[in-house]
């Protein structure tokens, strides 16, 4: 089981951070928040797996041609399909220069990865992106090719 970080608002607005592995608790550090919003008693607001997890991807046979066509309808994710067609190596996210906000952009990646579109995987602070066009092209194909084709339609 992987590592998951998991944040506790208390009563009073202390805030407690865990590290849970297997479900066992790692490491928990507190400190105090300036903010007065917080709820009596406490809950779990945020829990995330630590940097260590896998981005999940959909396998070969996952892909559905309706989610596909879905993720390169839109003109920015369709120019990142573009961009990642015309190199052999994956892209770090922010090397598009795609002129959208970084939110925006997150979206569009995460589109095209549930797509099955693009695969994405963490490198120490960064995430590369590579073109899956070989389960493409296995599972739909010349799909990509008659898409890739098209005319350019402004972003």
């Given amino acids: 089981m992987a590592q998951v970080a998991r944040m ?4 009073g607005g202390a805030r407690c951070l865990d590290v849970l592995h ?3 608790v790692l490491s928990s550090c507190r400190f105090d928040s300036t903010m007065n919003i917080v709820p009596k008693g406490s809950m779990v607001v945020e829990q ?3 940097t260590g997890m ?3 991807h959909p396998e070969r046979n996952e892909i559905e041609l309706a989610g596909v066509m879905h993720a390169l ?4 994710r369709l120019e990142i399909v573009r961009r990642l067609d015309e190199s052999t190596e994956g892209r770090p996210c922010g090397g598009f220069g795609i002129e959208i906000s970084k939110s925006t952009l997150t979206h569009h990646f995460r589109t095209l990865r549930e ?3 693009i695969r994405q995987e963490r490198q120490g602070t960064t995430k590369m992106t590579w073109l899956r066009r070989d389960d493409l092209d296995a599972r739909f194909p010349g799909l ?3 898409v890739l084709s098209a005319a ?3 972003a």
């Fill in 54 to 56: 896998e981005i999940h």
């Fill in 115 to 117: 797509a099955g579109v």
């Fill in 8 to 11: 506790v608002l208390l009563a």
């Fill in 48 to 50: 995330a797996m630590l």
């Fill in 22 to 24: 297997s479900g066992h």
């Fill in 152 to 154: 350019k339609i402004p």
């Fill in 144 to 146: 990509l090719d008659a």
């Fill in 73 to 76: 309808s839109d003109p920015h």
